[in-house]
């Protein structure tokens, strides 16, 4: 058997910076980060700060911006977690810096992204091979590198309470769906490929909200699934509750997750159109059947006359 360690906003491109020990929410660390250590916004460059949904809609509020300009003057298409599912990096300035950061400190510190809330704790999710759908055991990491005076500070607090100071558990709550469904597709590996439509919807629902909300109120989608009243006002008015239908959607339709239930009509549309696909083929399939005979009798009959 082997084992899957999915890393979420981890330092898996440079594990030399990882203490080799795995924490819990009640072990002990010394950091602290303040405009007074002599590394202040260090980390802030020469970094891929991918962004979650979550992150993506609380900056774009901050910002004021539509999804499509947040996107267009903030971020570059890049994929997320090593997989073929297609997300967004902030777009670093020509110094390779955050284009928030100031020498005075973060310019969107409270809307910040989640993986900036993480540093310098990483957190991973361990599956034993064969038990996906099981909890996974939950760990977390410290990440030391070498330009970080952070850890020289003397402020001393558990996992439990940095997180709580940092608001990593909100992130955590809003990002849990989509990093699930990440972790599923990371868990297949590369001998599935996610098809373009399947990128595509990935891409929608994650990076821009206003879109996906027209696909689903401006399409046919409403006609091809039931979604009761309730849930419709919601999203709606509300873009959580946008945020984590569209979560339940990709489920549904990238991994078969029943989490909508297609119209019974829209099933038995399906169902006559693969029939008479069928047929068609059958009908197909004699018609051609009868056109080799027949020539297979013309040429038999043309060189019995040459005889």
């Not at 997180?163 to 590369?190: H, P």
């Not at 489920?251 to 078969?256: H, I, N, P, S």
Request: proline fraction near 3%.
């Amino acid at each position: 058997m082997t084992d899957k360690n999915t890393t979420m906003f981890g330092k898996d491109k440079n594990p030399s910076n990882i203490i080799p020990t795995k924490y819990t929410l009640d072990s002990n660390i010394k950091f602290r980060c303040h405009p007074g250590v002599s590394c202040f916004t260090a980390c802030c460059g020469n970094i891929d700060i991918i962004l979650t949904p979550f992150d993506i809609l609380r900056l774009r509020r901050l910002l004021n911006l539509s999804s499509d300009e947040f996107l267009l003057r903030f971020t570059t298409p890049v994929f997320v977690e090593k997989t073929d599912m297609p997300g967004v990096k902030i777009n670093l300035d020509d110094n390779g810096r955050c284009p928030f950061v100031t020498d005075e400190g973060c310019t969107i510190y409270e809307d910040r992204p989640s993986a900036c809330r993480y540093y310098p704790i990483g957190m991973a999710n361990f599956h034993q091979a064969g038990d996906e759908g099981e909890d996974a055991e939950r760990f977390f990491f410290v990440v030391k590198e070498d330009h970080c005076k952070g850890h020289e500070e003397d402020k001393e607090w558990t996992i439990r309470e940095w997180r709580a100071d940092q608001g990593v558990d909100i992130c955590d709550e809003m990002n849990n769906e989509w990093m699930q469904l990440v972790m599923r597709r990371k868990s297949y590996g590369f001998q599935a490929n996610l098809s373009e439509h399947g990128q595509k919807m990935f891409f929608m629902v994650s990076t821009n909200l206003e879109k996906f909300k027209a696909f689903i109120f401006d399409s046919s989608f409403l006609d091809t699934y039931e979604i009761d009243d309730e849930t419709l006002e919601k999203i709606k008015d509300d873009d959580i509750e946008l945020m984590f239908f569209g979560f339940k959607y990709l489920a549904g339709a990238l991994f078969g997750a029943k989490t909508l239930q297609i119209k019974d009509e829209k099933i038995q549309a399906k169902v006559k159109e693969i029939k008479d696909s069928q047929a068609n083929r059958e009908q197909d399939a004699e018609k051609a059947y009868e056109e080799l005979v027949a020539d297979r009798d013309a040429l038999t009959k043309q060189a019995n006359a040459k005889q």
